[in-house]
């Protein structure tokens, strides 16, 4: 934009190097926002319907304080909420903790909770929807949350200037207006009656008029590194960005919702920091040199063979626990570009799939921790019944590599046809040079060449550059896992809609008329059991079309922490995940802090009567066995 010879990456780098240099804040946003709003109508809670909190492993009497430090393995290329490169997981996270919903779910009793809204109304048309702000919901900058925002979110997400084409197809298929009816009510009516709607609806994040209304080149240029005030319990302030080193997320002392029961014992550290360390392996090291609070230990081989001879496991100082939860399982695995040759044959990447030797990696590297993922709901009920499983199998890849014509190699070892022309030489792209994923991609380059004569080129590149290419479908195939939601909603990874679009979950470009077809049906279908079934067509479609050569999954997180912390005693909710558990509802405990540090000094263990130093178990498998967070109390002891 400024003409300079510079790409963003040397431009950032440059940067940093300038120490001490302040740069002029930009002109105060929002100052000259005034809405207007119809007269207050009146309220009759008799009317509208509402709920007591969701069930919560929180325990109420956590102390706040303290800072959890966490490693994140790639920089983000924007913080956005919206635009090009902002679906990750990471910004996810951070979103998640600085902006809130119209509405919760409780998945426990299967209802929805208040959340900015504290009561809601859903018409008999199943399109008209109104929702009524909490009065006492406010931004961070002290603005009260009104209709008027809820209007200017729903505007923002439909506009397509934001250059965010999925958000802009669904906002705008699913919205029909958005009205304020008065300063805390809106209505919302939906272009049609379909079940995902009002969950949809009541589940988007919710922004500040004030900053979010803007053209899209203002946006995108302005907003790149910036955030408009949330509502949410945590805030990430200007100074709390070093590019290319970490974010941090700072703690609200005045959120609105402090105090309150539905969140009592929740949100409890001053501050969450997501330090940038690229490397798994260096990262390991900082955690035992106590430089991170916590790492997730994502190689089997290390958890079986490694941490237990740790000085610091064996003393105590760091405990060590797998924790089993219901949280649900993404797919992933290598994700094929079937657009372009030679992906654009089934029969190829049913061959590479039968090349992907996952038994080989099961008993050498990952001793049987995980489970084989050969469906694209692994582990949940939308899954197919009776699934078979693509088994390592070179002489069937052999077969359906000579359906194609590619039937025997040269003098040198390649593939090739009857032309004497060889198999293209496929290159994938790596965003991390983790060693632990190198040797999985190492072993199917080997398998690839030694079983048919296919050359396999791994490139390490950056994560900017390999996730601009990967939406915008510049790849022939890349190792890519999704997460996973609790109402699946597979139309945008797998409708043939979305297969040409850049900026879209259809990776792959997949487009199956049937596939089309269910996936319209479903969007209108409100019985839940013929929408599981309609689910596990879908997976049997998808399947048979083999997009992906699918990898494997595991129902729990390991994490190592260091002994300062307090934690619920199922250690994480029953539907959450590791991270998100901790940062909810785990907090720092000073004593804790003492006692470790005390330890540490005099080269002692903290429960020397214990196995392996550990106070609890290893394996906390909680929710096998109930359905309920333990019962609390206002007296519960941290």
Not at 149 to 176: C, M, S, W
Not at 563 to 580: I, K, N, S, T
Request: net charge positive.
């Amino acid at each position: 934009r400024l003409g300079l010879p510079l790409s963003e990456q040397d431009f950032d780098a440059a940067m940093q190097r300038l120490d001490g240099v302040r740069v002029d804040p930009p002109p105060v946003v929002g100052r000259d926002y005034h809405p207007q709003f119809p007269p207050d109508r009146p309220f009759d809670p008799a009317a509208w319907q509402t709920g007591p909190p969701a069930p919560s492993v929180a325990v109420p009497t956590a102390r706040p304080g303290g800072v959890l430090r966490v490693a994140t393995e790639s920089w983000p290329p924007t913080i956005r909420t919206e635009g090009p490169n902002s679906r990750l997981a990471l910004l996810s996270t951070m979103h998640g903790l600085i902006y809130e919903t119209l509405l919760g779910y409780d998945l426990y009793d299967d209802r929805y909770v208040p959340a900015l809204a504290s009561h809601w109304q859903i018409e008999p048309d199943r399109r008209t929807f109104r929702f009524r702000l909490d009065p006492e919901a406010r931004w961070a900058d002290g603005r009260p949350v009104t209709s008027d925002d809820v209007v200017a979110t729903f505007e923002h997400l439909r506009n397509p200037d934001r250059r965010d084409p999925l958000i802009n197809k669904l906002y705008g298929e699913l919205i029909e207006r958005v009205t304020p009816l008065d300063r805390l009510t809106v209505e919302i009516v939906a272009r049609e009656p379909r079940w995902r709607s009002f969950l949809t609806i009541s589940g988007t994040q919710i922004y500040p008029a004030a900053y979010i209304r803007m053209d899209g080149e203002t946006y995108l240029r302005e907003w790149n590194w910036r955030l408009p005030p949330g509502s949410g319990p945590y805030e990430i302030r200007p100074e709390d960005i070093r590019k290319g080193r970490s974010i941090t997320l700072r703690r609200r002392k005045d959120w609105w919702q402090q105090g309150r029961k539905a969140v009592r014992g929740m949100y409890n550290f001053d501050a969450i920091r997501f330090e940038l360390v690229r490397n798994r392996e260096l990262m390991y090291q900082k955690f035992l040199a106590g430089e991170l609070d916590l790492y997730f230990v994502s190689v089997a081989q290390r958890w079986v063979d490694e941490v237990d001879r740790e000085r610091a496991v064996r003393k105590g100082w760091v405990q060590k626990r797998r924790v089993h939860t219901e949280s649900p399982n993404g797919y992933g695995g290598y994700c094929f570009n079937m657009r372009v040759p030679p992906f654009s044959s089934r029969n190829v990447r049913l061959a590479f799939a039968h090349l992907f030797n996952r038994e080989k990696l099961f008993a050498k590297y990952f001793f049987y921790q995980y489970e084989y993922m050969d469906s694209y709901f692994p582990g949940q009920k939308w899954a197919r019944p009776n699934r078979e499983r693509v088994h390592y199998d070179p002489e069937r890849a052999r077969a359906l590599l000579a359906a194609d014509g590619w039937t025997h190699r040269d003098e040198q070892g390649f593939l090739v046809n009857d032309k004497g022309e060889r198999f293209p030489t496929i290159t994938m792209e790596l965003g991390s040079s983790n060693p632990a994923s190198l040797r999985i991609h190492r072993l199917t380059k080997d398998e690839l060449w030694n079983e048919a004569g296919i050359r396999l080129e791994l490139k390490i590149t950056d994560f900017p550059s390999l996730l601009k290419k990967v939406w915008d479908g510049q790849f022939k195939v890349v190792y890519w896992f999704w997460s996973a939601g609790f109402f699946p909603d597979p139309e945008y990874q797998f409708h043939s809609k979305f297969a040409d679009q850049k900026q879209s979950n259809n990776l792959n470009g997949l487009k199956i008329p049937e596939l089309d077809r269910i996936l319209d049906a479903y969007r209108y279908e409100f019985d839940p059991k013929k929408r599981l079934h309609m689910l596990q067509r879908v997976d049997e479609l998808v399947f048979n079309a083999h997009p992906y050569a699918l990898a494997w999954y595991a129902p729990y997180f390991r994490v190592l922490y260091w002994d300062r912390f307090g934690h619920p005693p199922e250690y994480a909710d029953r539907f959450g995940d590791g991270l998100d558990s901790i940062m909810a509802y785990w907090w720092f405990d000073p004593d804790r802090d003492r006692a470790l540090r005390r330890a540490m000094q005099r080269g002692v263990s903290l429960y020397p009567d214990r196995p392996l130093g550990q106070y609890d178990p290893v394996e906390q498998r909680w929710w096998a066995s109930h359905h309920r967070p333990a019962p609390r109390t206002e007296e519960d002891s941290p």
